[in-house]
């Protein structure tokens, strides 16, 4: 019997030490120094794009607005999703209420860590994982531009979470499962420079694969299927395949993803519908050349004939 406490004390102990251990482990990481040097001076100009491409409006923007009411980023969307309601925060300029008070490295610490100033994880409902493929040059430009934005007081309300996914620190086992820098397809040298380019525009600010890729049971966006198509994440609906082959795209020559992402027709003369009316505005203020790079990456996306769903059109 004494051995058998002694054995039952120490299994206690180990325990204590390894769950120690996994909090620890499970601590937010901001970037190293390194990468932080990396950020620079940021150019407002070239922030623009980067605003566009990641689509900062569609989340951020009052729900509702038009027009110049729309760099007004007060938040307030709710993202109705199996886990809760998230709702984006305010990010205008205001110091109080938005991130007017952040320093450059809190943005890059935020979009390529999904850390918060004040050293939380953030849920990923923020799409760091796939601002995580982005140039920290390309961050601190966007910081640039953010700062020629207005600010505009107002919180948004909180998200809406029961447990356990209102226990952030959780979110450190998430990160280490599906936080990862590396590009999700990979192409072999000699690959043409737009299909280089469409892919760190695609899988970095755009974020396509947040919506066009089913998702886990744990939330992690499934890469074996990428870009295959996915139910909505909020809401009822289909986001549709948008790779390569016969269920997706096949069917559209680069040009008509272009003109699609410029103008919201379709090759059969329909036009853009859902949630993808935001995304197409916003890539319609893209460089002609930044929505023929898009094009030329979808196009060398492997295909996913199985992918769910299959459909033509990358339109609902």
Known sequence: MPLLKKLVGAARGLGGVAAIAGWFLLAPARLDAATLAQLGPGDAGKGKRIFYAGGCTSCHAKPGTQGDARLQLVGGLELKTPFGTFVPPNISQDAKDGIGAWSVDDLANAMLKGVSPSGEHLYPAFPYTSYARMKPADIADLYAFLKTLPAVAGKAPANSLGFPFNVRRGLGLWKLLYLSEQPVVSFPDGT????????YLVEGPGHCGECHTP???????????????????EGSGIVPNITSGEGGIADWSEAD???????????????????????????????????????AYLKAVPPHPNGYPARKKPAS
């Open 257 to 295: 993803i272009a003109n699609y992402l410029e103008t919201g027709f379709t090759p059969d003369f329909d036009s853009v519908g859902g949630a993808m009316v935001d995304v197409q505005r916003n890539m319609a203020a893209l460089t002609p050349e930044d929505r023929a790079a898009i094009a």
């Open 215 to 233: 998702r886990d049971f744990t939330g992690g966006t499934k890469k074996s299927q990428w870009l295959a198509g996915a139910a909505a994440a």
């Open 192 to 199: 043409p420079d737009p299909v280089l380019a469409g892919r």
